[in-house]
Nanobody, 120 residues
Framework: VQLQASGGGVVQAGGSLRLSCLVS????????MGWYRQAPGKQRELVAV???????NYLDVVKGRFTISRDNAKNTVYLQMNSLKPDDAAVYYC???????????????WGQGTQVTVSS
């Protein structure tokens, strides 16, 4: 199973970015899909998570600015980030709980990370 994240970049404060993460491999099903971020000197934190049925949770500081969505047919999760602030700058990682062929339980897989830089 591989997760390929894309969409990071440099944006001015107030701008927008859209992250995408494609999950590929021998997949039976994908449960939760989410985005985490880690800024220099800080712990990795959960930004947003979406369940297979669409249940969503957000980090409080991104509520109203970020939107997570998923396309189950494409095994892809998205993170639309609007009104970006310098504090949002971090490496963003996607994660997915995947059940592989031949297994009954899911495992957590991680993408490689994509850098988001927000200039003030």
């Amino acid at each position: 199973v591989q997760l390929q994240a894309s969409g990071g970049g440099v944006v001015q404060a107030g701008g927008s970015l859209r992250l995408s993460c494609l999950v590929s491999g021998q997949i039976v099903s994908i449960n939760d899909m989410g985005w985490y971020r880690q800024a220099p000197g800080k712990q990795r934190e959960l930004v947003a998570v979406i369940g297979r049925g669409g249940a969503i949770n957000y980090l409080d500081v991104v509520k109203g600015r970020f939107t997570i969505s998923r396309d189950n047919a494409k095994n892809t999760v998205y993170l639309q980030m609007n009104s970006l602030k310098p504090d949002d700058a971090a490496v963003y990682y996607c994660a997915a709980d995947v059940t592989r062929h031949g297994f009954t339980n899911y495992m957590r897989y991680w993408g490689q990370g994509t850098q988001v830089t927000v200039s003030s």
